[in-house]
């Protein structure tokens, strides 16, 4: 069955539509500068180069319609028209409480989705504007939300909650809920594939190092632990977002640099992590550019990155009372052997012995890079998100695949 799979955001809208079955992309682009003047939609077929066509978008509907008539155009189009889409695949970045799988979306769904506005303000109403585009565009074609969130719902209640009052929990949903949720599920399942065993078996830590980095503790096919929190704020040092902080920080830059709640958040989410410690940039190829010409807080910043990545592996094996796997996916991590290298340094304690070699060859393919009688194995796995959308949406329609 073929699945167009929609990431919509506040201003573009990245969409590929492809085979759920075997994987093939048929068709993937991204519409830009909805609402904005010179707006384009650039679009590749089966692989090929791209084709921009530049398009007046004044919202997501006129959007969505603009990607169906490229996609069904006779000059650059993949299909002859739109009942060659079996169903539609949403990513949607928060789905609190309210939803531990995918789902069909109905009105009470969208009831549902809109109820997290305030937990995910910025993606909840882009992705819910490109939901509704797609039901004006394609009545009767079914569409399914796929969660950031959904994957870490297993979480037990030690692991999610934050000792605060408990009242904050009740009234306002303060909790962990994690993110890359649908990356780190397709990821530790693929490693139980590759390495021949049940995914119920396992102990597996996912490590998704991207422009926004998240580590997940999967113990038999479930999430019981992650590092992002209420937001995607947590956990690792990121590009530009800061992580773990002491909380007493935020209060503390406040009053001194006499701030207000608006412009820490600011600083916190766009002016910290990798960037606002070497001063460089949030890209780690600028990082190890800059690190290679003696620029100290670059290392220091690719330093500290890598020994957040090991504390968390080391925590999530204590988590989970061991560790079968750590998975390396992402940007970051499935492009860069010594990133995967500093985050296993040092820890043939518990098992993990990286293969130099094996290593430092692998870039952005499947590959088992621990040492052949290493009691721990360590995969690069790069991510394929839209694919584990397709297949949800495909699962949730009851379509064979
Ligand atoms: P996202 O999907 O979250 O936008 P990606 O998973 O595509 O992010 O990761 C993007 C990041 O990957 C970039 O910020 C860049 O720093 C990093 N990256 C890509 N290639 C390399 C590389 N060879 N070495 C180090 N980092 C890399």
Redesign the pocket.
């Known amino acids: 069955m073929n699945v167009l799979v929609i990431n919509a955001g506040s201003s573009s809208l990245k969409y590929q539509f492809l085979n759920a079955a075997n994987g093939q992309v048929l068709a993937r682009g991204v519409a830009e500068r909805i609402g904005l003047s010179e707006a384009f939609i650039k679009q590749s077929l089966n692989g090929g180069d791209p084709t921009t066509l530049t398009v007046d978008m004044p919202n997501h509907k006129v959007a969505v319609q603009e990607v169906l008539t490229a996609l069904t155009s006779d000059q650059h189009g993949v299909i002859k028209d739109m009942s060659e889409i079996d169903a539609v695949g949403h990513r949607v970045v928060h789905g609190g409480e309210k939803f531990a799988s995918s789902v069909l979306i109905t009105p009470e769904v969208k009831r549902a989705i809109r109820g997290c506005f305030d937990l995910a303000p910025l993606h909840n109403p882009p992705n819910m504007t490109g939901i509704e585009a797609c039901e004006d565009a394609m009545p009767g074609v079914p569409q399914v939300a796929v969660f950031d969130t959904a994957f870490h719902q297993s979480m037990p209640a030690k692991a999610y909650m934050y000792a605060l009052p408990y009242e904050y929990y009740e009234k306002h949903g303060v909790r962990r809920y994690g993110f890359h949720g649908t990356s780190h599920a397709y990821v530790s399942q693929r490693a139980a594939v590759l390495l021949g065993k049940p995914y119920e078996s396992l102990k597996i830590i996912t490590c998704h190092l991207?422009?926004?980095s998240s580590i997940a503790a999967v113990r038999h096919g479930r999430c019981i632990d992650t590092s992002m929190g209420l937001t995607p704020l947590a956990g690792l040092a990121m590009?530009t977002r800061c992580g773990d902080i002491d909380p007493a920080i935020v209060t503390f830059i406040q009053e001194k640099e006499q701030l207000d709640a608006h412009a820490v958040d600011e600083i916190l989410n766009k002016k910290s992590g990798v960037f606002g410690i070497s001063g460089v940039s949030?890209?780690?190829?600028d990082l190890?550019d800059a690190a290679g010409e003696g620029h100290k807080r670059a290392s220091l910043a690719l330093d500290m990155f890598k020994y957040q990545c090991r504390k968390f592996i080391g925590a999530y094996a204590a988590a989970m009372g061991g560790v079968d796997a750590v998975v390396f996916t992402?940007?970051?991590a499935e492009?860069?052997a010594d990133?995967r290298l500093g985050a296993c340094d040092g820890m043939g304690y518990m098992g993990i012995y990286i293969d130099p070699y094996k290593n430092t060859a692998v870039?952005g393919r499947e590959a088992i890079v621990s040492t052949d009688d290493s009691p721990v194995k360590v995969l690069v796995i790069p991510?394929n998100e839209e694919l584990a959308i397709a297949r949800e949406t495909a699962r949730i329609c009851g379509m064979a695949l």
């Open positions: 991207g422009n926004g590009g949030s890209d780690f190829r190890y992402a940007g970051i492009n860069n990133i870039k991510t």
